[in-house]
């Protein structure tokens, strides 16, 4: 590996490049575009700006906003001083953003001013409430990338010796930012991950991907791992990120068009809305995509297939500073929709335990447990959880039940929490998903199990049909999982939805379906 990937932060990495490539492009924001020596720039000012104001190593700045350039210099300038970032998501509402500001407990808090008619300056001015804040909340105006936001920071001059002892007091293993869970069972929690943790993460990227000068799109939230993964990605390889404020289908291919994006990692739902503009646009310069979230329907792989050259999935989770795993080059589509996530990077550990903590053995089913050094350090203010999230003897457990293949790669079956026993068989709801996704009616599902007094429990399907086909019959679905699965395995109950409720993040809401199939199962008896 190349010196250059051995930088103690992320502001090391956008250093060693700043001197070596001054003038290679950066960053693109709208109409800005910086080169490494004036992205250096830009952060060292802004960094000088926020000990000015009083943020100090291991401080917490919290952040409302979009992807823009803005969040960039602000991220690189807290790596570059030793404090910690924290994301905050525009689409949050209030009592969600408080959640996080309370726990987290930052000491400056800097906001977008508005976003798609949504006014954030009561709600920022709220939030102050919530923490012990060393300024006002900064306010970021207009859609327009710009550096006045830094006017508020601040108001003395910042010797360099300031700037140097900054710089000594940040270690490997201290924080580089915060980012919170889901909630999907139960409050966000915000896992602490390490400056060193994320670089390492980030450097098995880019030697499995053996990409050069990545050169990627940034349009996820900002308070979501895959928001942050562009950044270290980018800079890390000396490539560039073009920002977007937020997904959209037609804008997303006509950036990898015109700025020749060589890397596009996104969700099934961006390729799902992206498949039918595909024609419209010369993609070539793609070298490999990647996707999360399952694998996407047969016809959808195979188009994308013909497009790019190499297409990739993987594992990871927020406390494992991103992927882990990744599948093998050239690996069969026929693998990729079979649930397949690849094998374990280099450097890290696997083993799947059962239900009561006993290793499964090779070529098992059971919960992966994970160790590394890109696991987070805790899950901020909460003690109890980050024991929890660890075995007695120090692996993490991520609540994912895995099936190890013969030849050492890992397929995804579901949550643990997830799981339901019927009849004395385990059932993992993710495997009956794909097979009603697979169905061409059906754009999405979601499985849960409810109580049955002769089985234990039963699978209830909540089906979102697909918006080009006509909407399927509780039948005709019901018939289709029986010529694919077992029969204990078939959902007892079917209901058609318009749209599966979401998260904020954009999982599937399985309390609320949960607490929709227990009532439903209750009027029925």
């Excluded at 300024?135 to 360099?160: K, Q």
């Excluded at 928001?227 to 977007?244: D, N, R």
Aim: net charge negative; glycine share 8%.
């Amino acid at each position: 590996m190349r010196g250059e990937m051995h930088a103690p932060s992320l502001a090391g990495h956008l250093q060693r490049w700043a001197e070596r490539t001054p003038d290679r492009e950066a960053v693109i924001d709208g109409q800005a575009r910086l080169s490494y020596r004036q992205l250096a720039e830009a952060v060292e000012q802004c960094a000088r700006a926020l000990i000015a104001t009083g943020v100090r190593a291991g401080d917490r700045v919290a952040m409302l906003t979009t992807p823009r350039l803005e969040f960039l210099l602000t991220l690189l300038a807290l790596h570059r001083i030793g404090g910690v970032w924290l994301g905050l998501n525009p689409r949050q509402r209030l009592g969600e953003l408080r959640h996080i500001v309370t726990d987290a407990a930052p000491k400056l808090l800097i906001g977008i001013e508005s976003f798609e008619g949504r006014d954030f300056l009561a709600d920022l001015g709220e939030l102050a409430q919530s923490s012990d804040l060393l300024h006002a909340p900064v306010i970021i105006r207009g859609e327009e990338p710009t550096l006045d936001f830094l006017a508020a920071l601040g108001g003395r001059e910042v010797h360099d010796d300031e700037l140097v002892q900054a710089a000594a007091a940040l270690a490997p293993a201290s924080p580089s930012c915060i980012v919170y869970t889901s909630g999907s069972t139960g409050e966000p929690k915000g896992a602490v991950l390490c400056h060193y943790g994320q670089l390492r993460a980030y450097r098995q990227w880019l030697s499995y991907l053996g990409t050069q000068r990545y050169r990627t799109v940034c349009d996820l939230p900002v308070d979501h791992i895959g928001g942050i993964a562009p950044i270290f990605l980018s800079l890390m390889s000396g490539g560039a990120v073009v920002f977007q404020r937020r997904f959209d289908p037609r804008a997303l291919l006509e950036c990898i068009q015109t700025e020749r994006i060589t890397v596009w990692s996104g969700e099934l739902t961006q390729w799902i809305k992206c498949a039918p503009l595909l024609d419209r646009y010369e993609l070539s310069s793609l070298q490999a995509i990647g996707y999360g979230g399952g694998p996407p329907p047969r016809d959808l792989l195979e188009r994308y297939a013909k497009i790019v050259p190499r297409i990739f999935s993987g594992y990871g989770m927020t406390e494992t500073s991103d992927a882990i795993m990744f599948t093998d080059p050239g690996t069969p589509v026929d693998v990729l929709c079979d649930h397949n996530v690849g094998r374990p990077l280099e450097g890290v550990l696997t083993r799947l335990v059962s239900p009561t903590g006993e290793w499964v053995g090779k070529e098992g089913t059971g919960e992966l447990e994970v160790r590394s050094s890109s696991v987070f350090l805790e899950y901020s203010s909460q003690p109890e959880a980050t024991t929890a999230a660890f075995s007695a003897d120090g692996w993490l457990r991520t609540g994912d039940i895995m099936r190890e293949r013969p030849d050492g790669t890992f397929d995804f079956l579901g949550r643990a929490d997830h799981t339901y026993k019927s009849g004395g068989y385990n059932i993992y709801p993710r495997e009956i998903e794909y097979v009603l996704e697979a169905h061409p009616a059906v754009s999405s599902a979601a499985v849960v199990g409810v109580p049955d007094a002769v089985f234990q429990a039963v699978g209830y399907a909540f089906v979102e049909p697909a918006a080009d086909q006509g909407a399927p019959t509780v039948d005709e679905l019901r018939a289709h999982c029986m010529a694919c699965l077992a029969n204990y395995k078939v959902p007892k109950m079917i209901e058609l939805l318009e749209a599966l409720p979401k998260l904020r993040n954009e999982k599937v809401d399985r309390l609320l379906l949960q607490a929709r199939a227990r009532q439903a199962t209750e009027r029925r008896r």
